[in-house]
């Protein structure tokens, strides 16, 4: 059975630093999709980045980047000039083609400090 | 962009009562889901349709019902609430080619 794993239940960075965060995932499919949710306060689901199985280069989006190693089956999360804004938790999320569903890890609370 | 829309916010029910939740969607997305996200954790999935009049089970489908009878439309219905049914209820939409979901606001609800 697909899983995702977050290891870390809380993190903490200074305002301005880079912190990452760190995602395992299990499946046996081919195709599949990873992604880092984002829920501030507001309890609002925003996607923060996503990767395709099939891609060997790592997504970028602005200040968030990813570290997939596909063989090893880790998805981590690199926040790079954190900011106030990017306090929230996080959860790492796997979807596979045959199953149409979104399986989420169990979060990361990052706090960003000023 | 009204995107993904979920009513009420918050609700109270007492043991035994029933409620539905509604959620909408004005992006003629096919592919619509009911997750549930209990107090510091992640979201488990309840439900799910890949259009109208097919709806499907998820991992925690026991205590609720769903409907598909419009494309925009995914009411979720409890018949008899539980205080283990306490928890914040998010809908969300995906094309079904692409494997992005959009989320609604999400609906807290307590059960006492």
């Known amino acids: 059975a697909q899983t995702v794993t977050q290891s870390q239940p809380e993190m903490s960075v200074q305002e301005a630093e880079t912190v990452t965060l760190s995602c395992t995932y299990d499946?046996?499919?081919?195709?599949?999709?990873l992604f880092w949710y984002k829920q501030p306060p507001s309890r609002q689901m925003i996607l923060v980045i996503r990767?395709?199985?099939?891609?060997?280069q790592n997504a970028t989006e602005n200040r968030f980047s990813v570290n997939f190693q596909k063989a090893a089956k880790s998805f981590s999360l690199k926040i790079s000039d954190s900011q106030l804004g990017d306090t929230a938790m996080y959860f790492c999320a796997l979807y596979e083609d045959s199953s149409y569903k979104l399986i989420f890890g169990s979060g990361t609370r990052l706090l960003v400090r000023p | 962009n009204a995107g993904v829309t979920q009513t009420p916010k918050f609700r109270i029910l007492k043991i035994g009562q029933s409620m539905t939740l509604q959620c909408t969607q004005d992006?003629?997305?096919?592919?619509m889901y009911w997750y549930r996200q209990d107090p510091g954790m992640g979201l488990k999935l309840i439900y799910y349709?890949?259009?109208?009049?097919?709806?499907d089970k998820g991992e925690v489908p026991n205590g609720y019902n769903v409907s598909r009878s419009t494309t925009e439309d995914f009411p979720l219905r409890l018949e008899l609430a539980a205080p283990s049914q306490t928890s914040v209820y998010f809908c969300a939409s995906g094309r079904g080619d692409q494997e992005t979901q959009y989320f609604g606001p999400g609906t807290r609800l307590l059960v006492l």
């Open positions: 992006m003629n997305h096919n592919y």
């Open positions: 499946t046996s499919e081919s195709n599949y999709y």
């Open positions: 349709s890949v259009g109208a009049g097919i709806t």
């Open positions: 990767q395709e199985a099939y891609k060997q």
